[in-house]
């Protein structure tokens, strides 16, 4: 297994469009395995694979508390195909957008269907922390992120803060090869 690297806003990848996953061989199975190391090592409840580069429909979660209780969900293809009416509003963060947490509201509750690891169709109902992870997660295969729930002011200046950040870190990088290169 390997830890891989997540992309974080303004990323134009995590814009993409996520295309369905056609047979579940060894290669999607390693890359199961890895989207799971690389989210508990964040630590994270929920990874797409559009957050580490992939744009396949592949979504790993897990709510689990605890180290010891570990239950990890391998979600492939999924789909909501039912919501409730009743909304409930969580503190939501992302690990593409780093330290940065706002309360967003979705339905309380949604049944999903998915295959799973082995490739066999599943229903799951879910609530709760659950249903928004998952809700959150499947955002993310339509190169949504949970940012696009807030309103747009909200949403402008978190974009414009990261945007800043990554300008300023690859400013930083040309320097650093700037001082290397003046070293050699
Ligand atoms: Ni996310």
């Given at each position: ?6 992309l974080?806003l ?17 290669e ?26 992939a ?6 979660i ?13 979600l ?28 967003v ?20 109902d879910?609530?709760?922390l ?10 993310h ?26 300008r300023?870190?690859?400013a ?13």
């Open positions: 297994m390997a830890l891989l690297p997540i974080t303004p990323d134009p990848r995590l814009r993409i469009v996520s295309k369905p996953v056609e047979s579940i061989d060894a999607i199975q390693r890359l199961l395995d890895d989207m799971l190391e690389t989210m508990y090592e964040a630590p994270g409840v929920g990874l797409a694979a559009i957050q580490v580069g744009p396949k429909r592949i979504v790993v897990d709510t689990a508390k605890q180290e010891e209780d570990r239950s990890p969900l391998f492939i293809n999924p789909e909501i195909i039912w919501a409730s009416e009743e909304l409930s509003t969580y503190n939501e963060g992302c690990l593409s957008v780093p330290e940065y947490y706002e309360d509201q979705r339905p309380a509750r949604v049944r999903l269907r998915h295959r799973d690891r082995k490739g066999e169709l599943q229903e799951i879910a609530e709760g659950l249903a928004t992870v998952i809700q959150h997660e499947l955002d295969l339509e190169g949504g992120l949970f940012i696009d729930h807030l309103s747009r002011l909200k949403r402008e200046r978190v974009v414009k803060k990261f945007t800043k950040a990554a300023l870190e690859a930083h990088r040309i320097a650093e090869q700037v001082t290397e290169d003046v070293d050699a």
